[in-house]
């Protein structure tokens, strides 16, 4: 397993549904955590390791939260904070997100969940839930969106 870096494809893609949870994606969640862990993130979503499916993990001050099939229920508050991904190395955009957020999933053994988040746990799990839809922060930055585009544009004139 291995990290997707922009632009692969997979970052773009909206993330199906898991229909059975299994060992399988028992064993998927736990290799996600270390992975995220061994590059220094609090996040990490499916796509970001090629799997299109809806899953991702985080870890703050060593508390795990593994979600499958996550929605957000309810948001409240704002605030703006820079933020960064594992799949855009040494890029960071200053985003507003809601400050709360009540989010409801699945856990890795099939077990239904709903978390009240504030704060970075809130953050995290809307960059996350981001991913499951394609989206990543260099979306929330024109000026970022730019420069990609003509970094992207001199490698292809070479």
């Avoid at 985080?58 to 904070?81: A, D, R, V």
Wanted: one cysteine or more; aromatic letters at 4%.
């Amino acid at each position: 397993m291995s990290l997707k870096f922009f632009p692969d494809k997979t970052l773009r893609q909206i993330c199906e549904p898991i229909k059975k949870i299994d060992a399988e994606i028992h064993e998927l969640s736990r290799k996600m955590l270390v992975l995220m862990k061994i590059n220094n993130g609090i996040g990490l979503a499916a796509p970001q390791v090629g799997i299109t499916k809806r899953l991702f993990v985080c870890e703050i001050e060593n508390k795990p939260l593994i979600l499958i099939n996550p929605h957000i229920i309810q948001t409240s508050g704002e605030s703006k904070m820079i933020e960064g991904c594992l799949s855009l190395p040494e890029r960071n955009v200053n985003i507003k997100r809601s400050h709360k957020l009540l989010v409801k999933g699945f856990d890795s053994q099939g077990k239904e969940m709903q978390y009240e988040m504030a704060g970075l746990w809130a953050r995290v799990i809307q960059h996350e839930m981001d991913h499951l839809d394609g989206i990543l922060i260099c979306d929330y930055d024109k000026n970022m969106q730019k420069k990609i585009k003509k970094n992207m544009q001199d490698v292809m004139d070479l």
